[in-house]
């Protein structure tokens, strides 16, 4: 099988995570009848030209305990906001940080932030540490907290379909 094909395998056997083991990639190798060794390799050209972003753990937050969810957005400087998104992306309580454009006037705000904790008080908590942080490079911010648990799931590949074919419309 030519390289095109084992990666779509690979995408459709991992699409919905690793298996759960201290060896996934053994695991994997045993059910797809490859060496771990060529799935690595082709994990790794997925990830060098960009097919693949990232191959990591997703822990659930809520089983960990954590289960207040604020999206916290500032608004600051567009020449200091990748600097503060790469601080912000370090820190404990953070698992998500992006910059988006602002929507001014209804809408200032450029970093975004996902802060965790156990209860709103710990989260606000992390926010103030945050703001202080920021120092005066932060003109404004919101919390905006979760209200509900929305199952979230990357792209799945239909095992049907094939290169170059579109879209079935049911």
């Known amino acids: 099988m030519d390289d095109a094909e084992l ?22 190798s045993e059910q797809m009848g490859v060496t771990s060794e060529k ?9 060098k030209d960009g097919r693949v972003r990232r191959i990591a753990a997703v822990p659930n937050h809520y089983a960990l305990g954590f289960t207040a969810n604020g999206m916290a957005v500032w608004d600051v400087d567009d020449e200091l906001v990748d600097a503060f998104g790469r ?6 309580c953070v698992t998500h940080c992006y910059r988006r454009p602002r929507h001014v006037p209804l809408w200032p705000y450029n970093l ?8 709103r008080e710990e989260v ?12 005066d490079a932060c003109r404004a911010h919101e919390v905006l907290f979760s209200t509900a ?19 079935r419309k049911d």
């Not at 799935?39 to 990830?47: K, N, T, Y």
């Open 112 to 119: 975004f932030a996902m802060v965790h904790g156990r209860d």
């Open 149 to 167: 648990i929305l199952k979230k799931t990357g792209l799945r590949i239909d095992p049907d379909a094939r290169p170059g074919q579109r879209a």
């Open 124 to 135: 606000l908590g992390h926010v103030a540490e945050i703001r202080s942080l920021l120092g």
């Open 39 to 47: 799935i690595i390799s082709r994990f790794s050209a997925m990830q």
């Open 87 to 92: 601080e912000l992306g370090q820190l404990k």
């Open 7 to 28: 990666d779509r395998r690979i995408v459709l056997a991992t699409q919905a995570g690793l298996p759960l083991s201290t060896t996934p990639f053994a695991a994997l």
